[in-house]
């Protein structure tokens, strides 16, 4: 593509000649690697038209810069930037601030405080064991049905619409198949005004945080938990008090009497995977009405439950609405969509509908016809089964590597999921020991970012099979179970992390 | 799509035999609407593995709704709704609660204030004179070679990476070319830590207040003002000052001297379109200077720019980095898309990631490349052109218009933009009169919402040309000008907005 004039402005106020500021504006966007080796420069008229100078200024400043190997004449067809032309490494200029800047760190009046986040390369993709959790495998996702989807989507009938400022409702189709589809499966039957379609399941959290956390509010949550919670938490100045989970998930009697706002996740608690009994489920519907607190019932990843049928959600049990539901596509299509919703009192959703314009105004459209697609032709039932039959696979291999090589599962039982919690022996530091493991191309999860900071505990690790191929996991294993022998050994290396 | 068997569950507790239960639940799955008449109910094999009852309960209890007109069976193909099953309108059934529900309105806590919103009806499209602002116009939108590009983005070789959580980072393609080719147009030269893409402006916007704006710290917004920055305010419980603008703008002098946040539209003011003169905006610069003020530049339409090259933005004169801007696809691609960018201090873009990754993770990844290509393929340039030509054809009509029906356009110089700014003559209130029209499908914005609550004004209006056909705008004039004339005359309708 050529290079378009616009990008060359005067500099105002300069004492320079005309000509000497159009070389040096166009040797300084050289320089600087914002004109690449190879690019044509505007033709003097578009140029001398854009700048409002006289085409001949334009054509005197290019021969003086061919002069100055900064570009190249060619005979008919133009100047191009020459590739012997003097540049610094691209991006590399430090922008030149005259005057002493601004003090940042005392403008940002609201820091992010920060947190521990599970460590994980961004790379995570080059390594060969990767027992990442959350990361979708390509090898198993319908990528045809997806692209047709997609292309649908952005079809002549659809688009449209769908390019569209659409803040004040989501896509009826989409709604229409989570309400008639996915919600019944979970035995909860709501109506459109009764569901928002959120940016995935975090941001559904997020809205759910700013819409019921006052100063002062007693929130619960569950330890260990998804750190992405407690950062929420974090984001807000606001202390949740973190009750422990035991083999059946969050215990309703430790939940204390003044809790306002419980989160929880009770079809595969995050990150141990337990499954709540329904007994425990009911109880803690009757504490609820009993202490009035609401519970956020997080069900980031029923559709895993391959084991057992999964058992109905918490809100399908809920006799007066004080359940407030989250689900996301996040796990069963993809993470990078972005996709989640959220299913409560209708006043509630009224409430986040317009928090959600003020935030970002709405999902992307595209995006929620091209999942309604993809749900509506039965490619995530498929899907979902596809997932099923594989982790079912790969989980058997790894619960048998986990015998063999006498590793510790924790936890309880659990219908499913995508990964296993697992304890490491005395003295060893998992989060030390997943460092060591990279040189090893293993990836694991430490379990210290999922742990309340009073409660700081780095015995805990979590291996996921969901990204990784079933004929990679014995080899990854073993592996996994040699470095840990080492790391009881006292052995282990010596990387640490930055914290 | 045959309905599949995982949104029946057995109700938990129930003292009905199982076979009773199935028809129960099948039948109320049917009355409320869940399952369609004509759709095919799942095999009586496939229900009893699902459920875990013997297949003949189902047998006898789909014989028992067969009798009872829920269902049909066709030889050897099953089962199917029947057309004559008895059911509620869709989704009309009222959730019931047993309990007295939870009082919702004290629960929540941070309630977005309701304020009124540009008067906009969503089926804006079916009005044959949509003078309104800010939605695309399909025909000028390129949507073949968006499509391309969308399809591009889908293909395999990049979806693998882009279906991943990638919240670290923004895509390098979108960054390199918003750096290298957007951002010099405007004068600005920025690195890749210095961006950050966000879900269009208003996100952009909502991000910088949630990080700069404390309690207590002045904060400046222009009046009148884009509606969807008050909000930002009005949902963080924080009160701007607002200050008038004038035929240039916002008057620097007067920025009160305790002022530590200013937002401003120097390109275009939302909503006169006036643009701010150069010696003003140095000017600006150096009360910021003196005063330590940072400033929030929002350049939402600089490419609208088609009577004049559009002047540096404010951000490329900025000697000491307090310049924050903000840039979005929304007008010059389309609005659906949700994508924007912030430019800006390294420390700041650093906590903005922060804060992005708590709120929503990151934006789509699959809409980043999409436009990332539609960039860099030289697209977009094309379809800015476009809109140039033809916004520059509407706009001479428009303003033969105003000059033949002697109406009164305000503000001052501008370089182009998509829209008026008008004043109605005296004692016109234009929400009734925007009201009024739409009987005549006539759709035009009335100012209300535009000014701060302090001073009320229904004087002013704004009439758009992005989304109405050339041809069609004499005679939508001509309706409103009529339309004028009734209403100084008193004989205006009497409808009336809620408010």
């Known amino acids: 593509m050529p290079i ?61 810069l061919v002069a100055n190997e900064y570009l190249v004449a060619r005979d ?117 005004d009764q569901i928002l379609i959120t940016m ?11 819409l019921l956390l006052s100063d002062g509010e007693v929130a619960i949550v569950e330890n260990p938990c998804f750190p992405g919670l407690r950062r929420i938490f974090d984001q807000m100045g606001h202390v949740g008090r973190s009750v422990d989970v035991d083999a059946g998930g969050l215990p309703p009697e430790r939940i204390p009497e003044d809790a306002q706002l419980v989160f929880t996740t009770p079809s595969h608690h995050a990150p141990t995977n337990v499954t709540m009994p329904i007994d425990r489920r009911i109880e803690m519907l009757e504490r609820a009405a009993r202490d009035d607190f609401l519970i956020v019932e997080d069900d980031y990843e029923f559709e895993m439950s391959f084991l057992a049928p999964p058992s109905p959600a918490l809100k399908s049990l809920d006799q007066d609405g004080r359940v407030i539901y989250v689900g996301s596509f996040s796990k069963s299509i993809f993470p990078g969509l972005r996709l989640g ?103 694991i999860e430490p379990g210290a970012a999922f742990f309340a900071h009073r409660a700081p505990d780095r015995s805990h690790y979590r291996i996921a099979y969901s990204s990784i191929p079933a004929n990679r996991i014995q080899d990854g294993m073993a592996r996994l179970a040699r470095a840990m022998e080492r790391a009881v050994g006292g052995q282990g290396g010596s990387a640490m992390p930055n914290d």
């Not at 600087?32 to 038209?49: D, F, T």
């Open 4 to 64: 378009p004039p616009e990008i060359f402005l005067l500099p105002p106020g300069s004492d320079a000649t005309l000509q000497q500021q159009i070389q040096q504006i166009v040797a300084e966007a050289i320089v600087s690697g914002r004109c690449a080796a190879g690019e044509k420069v505007p033709s003097s008229r578009r140029l001398a038209a854009h700048l409002a100078v006289s085409r001949i200024t334009i054509t005197v400043a290019y021969n003086e």
């Open 76 to 192: 008919r067809s133009g100047y191009f930037v020459a590739d012997t032309a003097p540049r610094r490494p691209r991006f590399d200029d430090p922008v030149r601030h005259a005057r002493p800047g601004v003090a940042w760190a005392d403008r940002l009046t609201r820091p992010v405080r920060q947190r521990d986040d599970i460590l994980r390369p961004p790379n995570w993709m080059d390594y060969r064991f990767p027992f990442i959790y959350g990361q979708s495998d390509p090898e198993l996702f319908d990528h045809a049905n997806w692209r047709a989807c997609a292309l649908r989507a952005v079809g002549r009938r659809d688009f449209d619409t769908l390019a569209q400022d659409r803040y004040q409702s989501d896509d009826p189709m989409l709604v229409e198949f989570i309400l008639r589809h996915i919600l019944p499966r979970r035995g909860i039957h709501a109506q459109p």
């Open 200 to 210: 995935g399941g975090q941001n559904a959290l997020w809205m759910i945080a700013q």
């Open 341 to 443: 919703y959220v299913v409560g009192d209708r006043l509630m959703i009224e409430e986040m509908r317009k928090l959600r314009s003020v935030v970002l105004r709405h999902p992307p459209s595209h995006i929620q016809r091209s999942t309604a697609y993809f749900l509506s032709l039965g490619h995530y039932d498929a899907q979902v089964a596809r997932l099923a039959r594989h982790y079912g696979q790969r989980r058997a291999i790894m619960e048998s590597c986990i015998r063999v090589h006498g590793l510790t599962p924790v936890g309880g039982e659990s219908h499913g999921g995508s990964s296993f919690w697992m304890r490491a022996p005395e003295g060893v530091d998992t989060t030390r020991l997943a460092l060591d493991l990279r040189a090893d191309s293993v990836l």
